[in-house]
């Protein structure tokens, strides 16, 4: 079981603070939507502190496969 960041994307407002503090997991698509790289392993503490100063709270851990 791999646990990985989850963004809700109607709710993000592309403030773009976590692809800014995170890039290594958070990057913006060509579409321009905040995308979750996939990743084995995701550094727990800077994605914790991504989730805690995102705006609008739209990022969440999931269990994913
Ligand atoms: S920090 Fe939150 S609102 Fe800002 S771009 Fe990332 S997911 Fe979207």
Do not use: H, R
Not at 18 to 27: G, M, R
Not at 30 to 36: D, L, R, S
């Amino acid at each position: 079981m791999i646990c990985a960041p989850v963004v809700e994307l109607s709710e993000c407002i592309l403030c773009e603070m976590c692809t800014d503090l995170c890039p290594s997991v958070f990057t913006m698509n060509e579409n321009g939507y905040v995308q979750v790289e996939p990743l084995n392993v995701y550094p727990t503490e800077e994605v914790d502190e991504v989730i805690k100063n995102c705006p609008v709270d739209c990022i969440q851990w999931e269990d994913v496969l």
